[in-house]
């Protein structure tokens, strides 16, 4: 089984700067992706930003780019998301979602328990 758990959310104000983390641990053989999705009260879970394999390459919704990074440390399993600038609209609660192998070579996808994030202006 594999399980996520995710930190660093809390309250920031506008323009300032929160990092998340997630960090995926079990029976993993390999971790593809990693991403970070929201979802704001009354609206449709979207992607934020995910992160390939061997971290070359980023996908970022356009909302937040130029103001949030994605990285990932692979000896870890763990996945961060490095917000800055940040806007009373990126209130949400986000979460981490992996896709992989398990020890099985079977496929995997994990989502984490979501961490709330609140931007007051």
Known sequence: QVQLVESGGGLAQAGGSLRLSCAASGSIFSINSMGWYRQAPGKQRELVAAISSGGSSTNYADSVKGRFTISRDNAKNTVYLQMNS????????????????????????VWGQGTLVTVSS
């Open 86 to 109: 940040l806007k009373p609209e990126d209130t949400a609660v986000y979460y981490c979602n992996i896709w992989g192998y398990n020890d099985y070579k079977k496929y995997l996808e």
